[in-house]
């Protein structure tokens, strides 16, 4: 852990306002980053520290889901860097995740389902009119991605879409 890093952060997701998820948590590196036997093994680095103000944007959204959902959520994956992205199977080649501008975020009681039901509201016919929409995550955008996964969701400050199907 960069101590320097953790703190430019900590005091960026301090001024925004996040309340549910630390500097340390945000600078996720990642599973298959630690795990012998996975692809990605070793290959993921800590955010280049241009990219901080970015993963503080997805933290606002992130922390907006997890005020629906109302239980404890786990940053799974955060920001990664291009050779550990390449080595993902089923990572987009362009992925936000490579700007520090996506979270892969879980339920940690594996409540799955009740995650994609709180997340779903917020994307979809009105998804901005409650509140998650207030935000202006910069540069005057006020869009976000879904993807629903059968581990939790993928959320992103990048254009307005969505993917996958939530369990019901
Ligand atoms: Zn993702």
Redesign the pocket.
């Known amino acids: 852990m960069n101590k320097q890093l953790n703190l430019i952060l900590a005091e960026g997701l301090m001024h925004s306002g996040v309340r549910h998820f630390s500097a340390a948590e945000l600078l996720e590196l990642g599973a298959s980053h630690g795990v012998k036997t996975a692809d990605g093994f070793g290959l993921n680095t800590l955010p280049p520290r241009e990219l901080l103000p970015n993963l503080v944007k997805v933290a606002l959204l992130a922390d907006a889901v997890r005020d629906a959902y109302g239980k404890p959520l786990i940053v799974v994956?955060a920001y990664r860097s291009p050779a550990y992205n390449r080595a993902l199977s089923g990572a987009a080649s362009r992925?936000?995740?490579l700007r520090a501008m996506?979270?892969?975020i879980a339920p940690a009681n594996n409540d799955v389902r009740g995650l994609h039901a709180a997340a779903g509201p917020f994307w979809g016919a009105g998804g901005q009119k409650r509140g998650v929409g207030g935000q202006d995550w910069g540069g005057g955008g006020q869009s976000y991605g879904i993807?629903y996964y059968r581990w939790g969701i993928?959320v992103?400050i990048g254009p307005m879409r969505q993917w996958g199907k939530a369990r019901s």
């Open positions: 994956s992925s936000f995740h996506a979270l892969d993807g993928h992103d």
